[in-house]
């Protein structure tokens, strides 16, 4: 019965620990989701943006001779 945290006093020292491990999970748990969201949210932007820009690009004329500049590369 001592390891069962439903079954401990009310008030007693052990009880109130579960409660607050179990709140601070509870916490935890929310932020996890709205952090994944975050990111999910974040992916999808990026990809629209990278889109835009690569048939931006596309329509970009190019002049005979000129060297073509990869910003994908890393470099710049």
Request: charged share 25%; glycine share 6%.
């Amino acid at each position: 019965a001592a390891a069962d945290p439903v079954s401990m006093v009310p008030g007693s020292l052990e009880g109130g620990s579960w409660c607050n491990e179990h709140m601070l999970h509870e916490r935890l748990d929310i932020m996890e989701e709205k952090v994944m969201k975050t990111v999910e949210h974040l992916e999808s932007e990026v990809k629209s943006l990278l889109n835009i820009i690569s048939e931006t690009t596309l329509d970009i004329p190019s002049i005979p001779g000129t060297p073509l500049i990869d910003i994908f590369d890393g470099q710049y």
